[in-house]
């Protein structure tokens, strides 16, 4: 349905209309330029900032070279026959006008038509594609997503030059009115979990994505806050979204965010990475497997340590040397607890530490948590040892939510380990395996499939880089 339309061919009623919408006596960047058009008045508003310059120059110069008597009658005409500009739109209702306007895009208005023609030659602000920071590669792509949902878009559309690829466009938040993109493959995504997607985000209700992607993904999904486990896999890197979609996943683009929200995601789709691709078959079977066993032994390896120091009797003659050989001044549990707590305090520091500070603080705190704590006695080095390992560990996958749901499980096996011993380390194991095998992807599909249910071949294509016909997967 169209929307109704505000304007008239009274070009003082429109233009007191046009300023009052847009408050151009209070905001200063919101500017607007009064012109002769064919012996017609028009008027140019646009965003300081958001214009090309040269692109308005040159068609400020046509527009001014137009003779009153080659003046069209209609707006339509006007579009047609006067304006060389390709990326011309004709606006007539409020909603649409104002979603336009402070997107960037430059509107004129010319006397005596009823519609207001909206010239996209806008620019943003924008940084260079440079690789990401966190999702870096041994070898492939050096580029990464920017802030700019265009210059992301165009990203992928480089990579899947297939008429097939469908980027949809929707607007999201009553005061951010914050681009919204949906990116598939026509032929190969899930129709029925795309018009759940659609149909989410066109039905959120909110003032604003304050927190760009993750607010978009707490109003798609509002799991249960309990399971800590992600429903989405996000990538700064526009060749692993466009493998994504070329799989038949769905990737969601959110402006001023430099990432892509991928979706339905199992557990295996999160632990994946660009590096597994890019090299031979074998090694990237051996990066998978090194990665799931890795991230596997931080979850366990703590508790399991804390069972055995518990239960001394049951350690066998040849793992005599795991025991704590130094003098215990601090009980096991909190030793670990603590660790646990300053590794995330030494996350939160290099994050707010001045790049040419980083370095003099990653020595200071080697030296104080990896010598002084062990000689003062608040910490045993086989402790710190294993939370060592640990900490290096969480930087084997890419994914942060991921990285913290492995963590909560490991302090709740500690904590109930602690509690009640082994009951308590069995009950603990049940409890990660109810947390991952409850958890259900956006499309309703396991959260750990191929392994429940069971796909042989997907299973082998998860655990294995072997490449597979579609027609098989």
């Known amino acids: 349905m169209s929307e109704k339309s505000v ?38 508003y ?32 006007f579009l047609k026959e006067k304006l060389p500009y390709g990326e011309i739109d004709l606006v007539s209702g409020e909603n649409d006008f104002l979603q336009r306007m402070l997107s960037g895009v430059p509107m004129l208005m010319v006397e005596g038509y009823s519609e207001v023609l909206a010239m996209d030659f806008r620019t943003y602000p924008a940084r260079s594609v440079d690789e990401p920071e ?7 792509s050096r580029d990464g997503f920017v802030e700019t949902v265009v210059f992301n878009t165009a990203l992928i559309r480089r990579r899947i030059r297939s008429t097939e690829l469908v980027m949809e466009m929707h607007t999201v938040g009553k005061s951010s009115r914050t681009d919204v993109v949906i990116a598939y493959m026509s032929n190969r995504v899930e129709k029925k ?14 003032d604003a994505l304050s927190m760009n992607q993750q607010s978009l993904a707490e109003c798609l999904y509002q799991h249960k806050w309990y399971n800590p486990f992600p429903k989405f896999k996000f990538t700064e890197r526009p060749d692993t979204t466009a493998a994504s979609i070329l799989e038949g996943s769905v990737a969601i683009l959110v402006d001023n965010s430099p990432s892509a929200m991928i979706l339905p995601t199992s557990v295996f789709d999160i632990v994946e990475d660009a590096d597994d ?26 508790p399991l340590f804390l069972l055995l120091i518990m239960n001394p009797q049951w350690i066998p003659a040849w793992l005599d040397f795991i025991k704590i050989k130094g003098d ?6 909190l030793q670990l607890l603590i660790l646990e707590f300053a590794i995330d305090g030494l996350k939160l520091a290099s994050l707010n530490t001045p790049s040419m500070l980083s370095t003099p603080l990653s020595v200071v705190a080697g030296i104080v948590l990896g010598d002084y704590t062990v000689s003062s006695g608040w910490f045993n080095s086989e402790i710190m040892l294993y939370m060592a390992f640990v900490a290096v560990a ?34 603990g194991l ?31 294509r998860r655990f294995c880089r072997v490449s597979l016909p579609r027609s098989e997967q």
């Open 7 to 44: 304007f008239s061919r009274d070009f003082e009623k429109n233009k007191e209309y046009i300023d009052g919408l847009l408050h151009v006596d209070r905001s200063f960047d919101i500017l607007y330029r009064v012109v002769k058009v064919g012996g017609k008045k028009a008027c140019f």
């Open 46 to 77: 646009f965003i300081d900032g958001f214009c090309k310059d040269e692109v308005m120059e040159k068609i400020l110069e046509f527009l001014y070279n137009i003779n009153p008597e080659e003046m069209p009658e209609t707006a339509h005409d």
């Open 134 to 140: 966190k999702d870096k590669v041994m070898r492939g």
């Open 193 to 206: 979990m795309l018009d759940n997607i659609r149909s989410r985000i066109d039905a959120i209700q909110i």
């Open 277 to 302: 691709y890019y090299f031979p078959p074998v090694t990237g079977t051996y990066l998978r497997l090194s990665r799931v066993v890795i991230n596997v032994l931080a979850v366990f390896l703590t």
């Open 328 to 333: 215990i001044n601090v009980p096991v549990l």
């Open 394 to 427: 969480n930087y084997t996958q890419v994914s942060f939510e991921l990285g913290y749901a492995l963590k909560f499980m490991r302090i709740m096996l500690l904590l109930l380990t602690a509690a009640f011993n082994v009951w308590g380390f069995i009950i």
């Open 430 to 460: 049940i409890l990660v395996a109810v947390f991952i095998v409850t958890n259900k992807t956006m499309s309703g599909k396991s959260y750990i499939y191929p392994i429940i249910p069971f796909n042989r071949k997907q299973f082998l």
